[in-house]
């Protein structure tokens, strides 16, 4: 399940937010869970220990240098390859066994810009969830049910159902996103292709089937407006590879950021046209047997 949704169903008391702050934000990070307060449409600026500004992300996102290959070692010529190379590693990795999932992070938010540790767990069918903040009290409790699966209202289980061909993929993210925007009445702020990436971002950025995530790479590398940056930052402050698009009219940009050597994913990073930035930097994650359990 989109993070917002999670935190809606673990925090009923949480105010709905206007519609097309709810379409900018619908995946919130999920360390809002501890907190009942309404997400804001505020991205907040990196602090200067993360070796990295919001002004500086939203420089390199904007120069989005599409490098060249030069010799041995030499980084990847677009950001199809990277695309291509991160869904091989992706098929590559084992896909674990357990009933919950686990997913280890560092977060920027938009109501604090000190980056924090969260770990959380979610059942596979998201029926119950934990949550280890470490700037908050730990939370464990069931997640109420808020209607039919969707990539707006996702578990595990859902995710195992979505094709993996990649074309298949494509049309029934496009389609969900399509229908997401049409109920909101946002076609003047985003287009299709925008939110399928930032989509798309969300969806790698946690626990999912090997196989799935591989595709999810695959339908990325197809979106039109994809491009290369040779030295992307994670909100951590580790460099990698980043593939970049605009997810927004204004100009806004959501940033993939690998591994150069590995090519897994280190997490995503938000820039505003402004300079400002949000990000989640992906520690760890995979499938265990119980809560507060690591793989």
Not at 54 to 77: E, R, Y
Not at 90 to 101: K, S, V
Not at 131 to 159: C, F, H, K, M, T
């Amino acid at each position: 399940m989109n993070d917002l949704d999670l935190i809606t169903r673990l925090r009923p008391d949480v105010a709905e937010p206007d519609p097309v702050v709810l379409s900018r934000h619908r995946m919130a990070i999920l360390e809002r869970a501890a907190d009942p307060a309404p997400v804001r449409a505020v991205r907040p600026r990196f602090r200067p220990r993360l070796a990295i500004s919001g002004a500086a992300v939203a420089a390199a996102a904007a120069v989005a240098v599409m490098v060249g290959i030069s010799g041995p070692g030499a980084p990847p010529a677009t950001a199809a390859t990277v695309l291509s190379l991160a869904a091989d590693a992706a098929a590559a990795a084992p896909a674990g066994h357990g009933d919950w999932t686990y997913t280890s992070s560092v977060t920027v938010s938009s109501e604090d810009t000190r980056p924090k540790r969260v770990d959380t767990w979610v059942k596979t069918d998201g029926s119950e969830a934990e949550v280890r903040d470490e700037r908050a009290a730990p939370w464990r409790g069931v997640i109420p049910e808020v209607g039919e699966p969707s990539l707006y209202n996702q578990s595990y289980d859902y995710l195992e159902t979505l094709p993996t061909d990649p074309a298949a993929l494509r049309a029934e993210i496009y389609r969900q996103v399509q229908g997401d925007l049409d109920r909101l009445g946002v076609q003047n702020l985003y287009t299709v292709d925008q939110w399928a990436f930032q989509m798309i971002a969300h969806l790698v950025d946690g626990a999912a089937p090997p196989d799935l995530k591989a595709a999810l790479y695959r339908v990325a590398a197809t979106v039109p407006g994809v491009q290369l940056i040779d030295d992307m930052w994670d909100v951590s402050g580790r460099h990698g590879l980043g593939v970049t698009r605009t997810t927004t009219n204004a100009g806004d940009m959501t940033t993939l950021v690998f591994d150069r050597d590995t090519y897994q994913v280190l997490g995503w990073t938000t820039t505003s046209h402004d300079g400002r930035a949000a990000g989640k930097a992906l520690l760890a994650t995979g499938l265990v047997d119980e809560a507060g359990q690591t793989p």
